[in-house]
């Protein structure tokens, strides 16, 4: 940019005429972000999803495992009580959590073969990436939903996990705690689940939940990969403005969560005044500077 306006300053342009030219091109910088953003969202209204091509049977042993969402819900923090550690009473679920940070929370139960340990190491791919640090930046609470996990187990899985992670600093507590806590945990998330006696292994689906520091459910992310993008837009929800840079806000702006998609997507409309706004703000510095100049070439002349 400083390039362009130093090549602009060795050039001359008849009285006004560079003020016309710069106030045309912000008009149309304008225009243009405002119609491509109507045009996205008049597209957008005709979207429809064709529910007769969606396969709706679902297996026996998923039957009842669903997630009911429940976003904007409170979650009962001072009445959930869980364990770290064997030695101590267990603790409310506040109290394992920093109260001005959003939360992350994963239920899982740690024998498990396969679904849970895959989300695991899936979401510690995208956290690796992550510009955020649990422990410091956000509340990272994994949950077993077993009530046979000890505490015992339950440290040895943060340990793994941490170390697994790989960052210093960070940090993620594993909880155990007893039925009528997990239940009530479950059923404020809309998280189910049910025990199959053959396998002797729990049906689930999979998915992570994002808490606002005053515990309200903000968003759901599903599936088995966990792009730091997500992550990242994730948090900047639930942190209500308290996490981020003002420029990560103003990105955050221009996607939304595609729940279709299961990921975070761009907003045509937003993207388009982000682009205005930041192309009228260097016409507007091309204006000033080529002001600036034209003043001090008269002031030159008059010198002389």
């Given at each position: 940019m400083f390039r362009m306006i130093a090549t602009i300053k060795t050039l001359t342009f008849p009285s006004l005429s560079w003020l016309k030219v710069c106030v045309c091109l912000l008009i149309v910088a304008t225009a243009s972000s405002t119609s491509a953003a109507s045009a996205h969202e008049g597209e957008k209204k005709t979207e429809k999803v064709d529910s007769s091509r969606l396969d709706l049977q679902t297996p026996k042993k998923l039957e009842n495992v669903t997630i009911v969402e429940k976003l904007g819900?409170?979650?009962?923090?001072?009445?959930?009580?869980?364990?770290?550690?064997?030695?101590?009473p267990a603790l409310s679920f506040d109290t394992f959590v920093q109260p001005s940070l959003p939360t992350l929370l994963t239920l899982n139960y740690f024998q498990c073969t396969a679904l849970c340990s895959l989300q695991l190491n899936a979401l510690v791919d995208?956290?690796?990436?992550?510009d955020y640090?649990?422990?410091?930046?956000?509340?990272l609470v994994t949950v077993s939903f077993d009530t046979r996990n000890s505490p015992e187990l339950a440290q040895v899985k943060q340990e793994n996990y941490l170390k697994s992670l790989g960052r210093e600093g960070a940090g993620w507590k594993f909880l155990v705690g007893e039925q009528k806590y997990i239940d009530a945990l479950t059923e404020s998330v809309g998280f189910q689940y049910r025990?199959?006696?053959?396998?002797d292994q729990f049906a689930h689906s999979a998915a992570i939940f994002f808490l606002s520091p005053d515990f309200k459910i903000s968003r759901y992310l599903y599936g088995l990969q966990y792009p730091p993008r997500d992550l990242k837009f994730a948090l900047l929800d639930a942190s209500k403005g308290k996490l981020g840079s003002t420029l990560e806000k103003l990105i955050l702006r221009c996607f939304h969560y595609d729940e279709l998609a299961g990921k975070y997507t761009p907003i045509a409309m937003n993207s388009m005044r982000l682009a205005g706004i930041f192309f009228s703000i260097l016409l507007l510095v091309l204006v000033f500077v080529l002001f600036r100049r034209e003043k001090a070439l008269h002031r030159e002349e008059y010198a002389q």
């Open positions: 819900k409170t979650l009962p923090a001072k009445e959930l009580f869980f364990r770290q550690s064997s030695s101590g995208g956290l690796k990436k992550l640090l649990p422990g410091r930046d956000f509340n025990y199959d006696k053959e396998s």
